[in-house]
């Protein structure tokens, strides 16, 4: 097909702020996890779907299947719709308190 560039599971965009290797990282409406450290502006390749140990909210509690979203303020996913991105679903439960949850990455914008 003449018009493919390429499947789009990992892209190269240019880093919004500063991110670590593994941290989440959005980039307008497009989420993914930078499979490299990166400077603000610098190029960073992200990985749009997949499934991630990611940090998140401490004080939630979380149920498989769950939405969560992208606090891009406090980078961190979090279940809070309100202001945020949605990035997938949990994939694991999660307790309240825990600094991380295990996310499926939906892919999509």
């Known amino acids: ?20 290797s593994g941290a989440g990282c959005l980039v307008g409406s497009l989420f993914g996890v930078a499979t490299m450290d990166a400077a603000s502006g610098a190029s960073v390749d992200i ?7 990611l940090a998140k909210t401490s004080a939630q ?5 769950a939405k969560v979203y ?25 307790a309240n308190p825990s600094a991380t949850g295990t996310v499926r990455l939906n892919g999509t914008v």
Do not use: H, R
């Not at 509690?61 to 299947?65: M, N, P, R």
């Not at 891009?72 to 945020?84: G, R």
């Open 47 to 53: 990985t749009t779907c997949g499934v991630y140990t």
């Open 1 to 20: 097909m003449k018009t493919f560039i390429q499947p789009g599971k990992t892209v190269t965009v240019a880093a919004p702020y500063d991110v670590a």
């Open 70 to 94: 992208w606090d891009d303020t406090n980078k961190v996913v979090t279940t809070t719709a309100t202001s945020n991105t949605l990035i997938g679903c949990a994939l694991e439960a999660a």
């Open 61 to 65: 509690a979380w149920t498989v299947g």
